[in-house]
Nanobody, 125 residues
C-alpha cells in the first residue's frame, strides 16, 4: 500500500511558477512509477508527467513539455512537479499517482492504483 499527499498548490499569475510536492508513505513507493495528472472542472482527468521508479525516464504531455519538470527523491519518498511559465489553461486540481505494476511510465490514469487527494492550482490571466 502506498499513501500519497500532494501540496504546493495555490494562486499564481500567468507566467509565474509553482512547485508541487507529493509525499509518499507505505511500502512499494520506491519501486513504483509516479505520475502527475490534472483535472479541470467539466473536463476529463489529463496526464501531465510521469517518472519511472529509478527517476531516469520521464514523459510529459505536449501541453507542458518544456515548462514542467518532474523529479523524485526516493530517499525521502518525494516526487516534485516544477511548473514554470504557467498559463491560465494550467488551472486544475493536480493529483499524483503511483503505479506499482509497470516498469515503464504510462499516460493512462487507469494504470495507476494509488492516488493522492489533489491540490488546486489556479493561474490568473
Amino acid at each position: 500500500q502506498v499513501q500519497l499527499v500532494e501540496s504546493g498548490g495555490g494562486l499564481v499569475q500567468a507566467g509565474g511558477s509553482l512547485r508541487l510536492s507529493c509525499a509518499a508513505s507505505g511500502r512499494g513507493f520506491n519501486s513504483s512509477a509516479v505520475g502527475w495528472f490534472r483535472q479541470a472542472p467539466g473536463k476529463e482527468r489529463e496526464f501531465v508527467a510521469a517518472v519511472t521508479w529509478t527517476g531516469q525516464t520521464t514523459q510529459y504531455s505536449d501541453s507542458v513539455k518544456g515548462r514542467f519538470t518532474i523529479s523524485r527523491d526516493n530517499a525521502s519518498k518525494m516526487v516534485y512537479l516544477q511548473m514554470n511559465s504557467l498559463k491560465y489553461e494550467d488551472t486544475a486540481v493536480y493529483y499524483c499517482a503511483a503505479d506499482s505494476v509497470r516498469w515503464i511510465v504510462t499516460t493512462n490514469y487507469r494504470d495507476y492504483e494509488y492516488w493522492g487527494q489533489g491540490t488546486q492550482v489556479t493561474v490568473s490571466s
